[in-house]
């Protein structure tokens, strides 16, 4: 074996020498609540999902007024996956689309979120059946910061209008946006309110939420 001079080694500061300081990347993950299972366990109608889904990095909490956020069982066909959509409605009430009216789904991360995702819905409620012009009441999420600045509003994209309907309007669509930044702390996600010159009132519902987290 041939013998190797330690003198001529030279030191890591040297000129000349290359090196590279290792820094740790963090796995970056994607998740889906579906309000249909939490595990492996199916939720049942009613069920309150405040800290139902604290393995997957998120809760959830009705705010203004305050309470608790429950999955609320819809059926097969209504629901945009399964049969469960996320209500600040408790089971017992005869609606579980809601409004600004009647408050706001908060959403927390416990997580670095850069993206997010939810499926909305809009319903026209029955005031708005006699409004003959265009509502623009829609519902919307709110992305917002740990300081609670806004990051994004993202509004449902389709109109309620009785003299000039929109086909799309009742379908499903997506609400997302990616930050540049792991800085998404919050969401709030409701239906904004009608105006008195707009007073077609449109309700939401919303499911499938997904996230991307480190």
């Known amino acids: 074996m041939p013998h190797i001079n330690p003198s001529t080694i030279p030191p890591i500061n040297s000129p000349g020498l290359l090196y590279h300081r290792y820094t740790p990347v963090k796995a970056v993950f994607a998740t889906t609540i579906d309000f249909d299972t ?25 705010v203004s007024p305050t309470g608790s956020a429950y999955a609320r069982y819809v059926g097969a066909g209504v629901a945009y996956s399964g049969v469960n959509i996320a209500s600040i409605v408790p089971a017992g009430h005869p609606q579980y689309f809601f409004d600004e009216q009647d408050g706001a789904l908060q959403v927390s991360f416990h997580a670095p979120v850069r993206s997010v995702q939810i499926w909305a819905q809009g319903v026209a409620w029955a005031d708005g059946q006699i409004f003959f012009g265009t509502s623009q009441a829609a519902p919307y999420m709110n992305v917002l910061d740990a300081a609670g600045n806004l990051l994004q509003p993202v509004l449902y994209p389709y109109r309620w209008s009785k003299s000039h309907p929109d086909p799309n309007f009742g379908k499903w669509a997506s609400l997302a946006w990616t930050s540049g930044d792991w800085n998404i702390a919050y969401l709030l996600l409701s239906s904004s309110l009608p105006t008195s010159q707009d007073p077609g009132r449109v309700l939401a519902i919303f499911d499938s939420l997904s996230f991307t987290y480190k």
């Open 38 to 62: 939490a595990g492996s366990q199916p939720v049942a109608d009613g069920t309150a999902i405040d800290t139902l889904y604290q393995t997957q990095h998120a809760s959830f909490a009705a």
